[in-house]
């Protein structure tokens, strides 16, 4: 391959990884956009979401790296998993908002936040006691299908990937735009008081926004299973810290800047990774995350908000 190639391959794989970090960081900035609180859980829900595909793949016969043919049964089982999952971690996430982190609410400091950390090392250890700490290999359903781009390849997965990814973002921006309970997730973000003497069920607001991004978390790691054919109980950190950092760097709190900041760590990590390897491209990552909370906290498509207290 020539090195045009080798690019145009690594921008291949950057726009699935950032599809995946895109889904995560939604979630992160649905929850801060309305409470001001960075879900920390949000980490290890992702991960549980992996392990809740990998089942429901398993229940359907699928193991190791099977494959069935294309067509309805392709269809049926990936709509079946995705359901499940994002149902599964939309559940979790409720959970975590009703009975630990509601009681919080209006505790001033970081008691709300630290909870977060908690519930994430809890769902890390229970993975890891009821599962084992060895990494599972992923079914892989689909057919090796593939693509010639120029000199690169495009497989049916990474196709699989990005359409997923951009319904969900469409039908997630449909929601919030255009919906009555939308309109008030944008209220309640913008002042949540008013929203509350307006009419607004704000508790109501907050579970919604907590299902929602909790279930973008799981199909986030559904996709993660299926690009990489494995999971394990400590893929959470790495995957979560990205999708905080595209949240950041989009704009926390800004649905159009997750997604943005979702595809340029993507490309930063595929195409950082091929020129100067991994280990620096993590370097990289992190380093847009330092210099855009110095110098732009806003983000690149955020607005610095009035403070609320």
């Not at 009975?99 to 919080?104: A, E, G, H, T, V």
């Not at 990205?242 to 979702?262: E, K, S």
Request: charged share 10%.
């Amino acid at each position: 391959m020539t090195t045009f190639d080798l690019f145009l391959q690594q921008v291949i794989n950057g726009l699935s990884l950032g599809a995946m970090y895109a889904l995560l960081a939604l979630g992160f900035t649905l929850v801060y956009g309305i409470l001001e609180l960075i879900n920390f859980s949000h980490f290890n829900v992702f991960m549980v979401g992996s392990f809740i595909a990998l089942w429901t793949l398993q229940q359907f016969g699928l193991s190791g790296q099977e494959t069935i043919l294309v067509g309805l049964p392709l269809a049926g089982v990936l709509l079946a998993a995705f359901a499940v999952t994002m149902l599964a971690t939309g559940a979790i996430g409720v959970g975590i908002e009703r009975f630990l982190l509601r009681p919080l609410r209006n505790v001033k400091g970081p008691a709300a936040m630290i909870t977060t950390i908690g519930v994430s090392y809890i769902l890390f250890n229970l993975i890891l006691l009821t599962v084992g700490a060895d990494s599972k290999n992923f079914p892989n359903p689909l057919p090796p299908l593939a693509f010639a781009v120029g000199g690169a390849v495009l497989r049916l997965r990474e196709v699989l990937i990005w359409i997923v990814a951009t319904l969900l973002m469409l039908a997630l921006t449909f929601f919030v735009q255009r919906t009555k309970l939308g309109k008030a997730m944008r209220a309640t973000a913008q002042d949540p008081e008013a929203a509350r003497m307006m009419g607004v069920e704000v508790d109501r607001v907050i579970m919604t926004a907590f299902f929602l991004g909790s279930a973008l978390a799981g199909a986030s790691g559904l996709i993660f299973g299926l690009y990489y054919n494995f999971t394990s109980y400590l893929i959470g950190f790495n995957a979560g810290l990205r999708g905080f950092t595209a949240a950041v760097l989009g704009g926390i709190g800004n649905v159009p800047g997750a997604m943005l900041g979702g595809v340029i760590i993507g490309l930063v990590e595929a195409i950082g990774g091929q020129l100067i390897g991994t280990a620096w491209a993590d370097v990289i990552i992190f380093a847009i995350l330092v210099l855009v909370l110095v110098f732009r906290p806003a983000g690149l498509l955020g607005r610095l908000a009035p403070d609320r207290s």
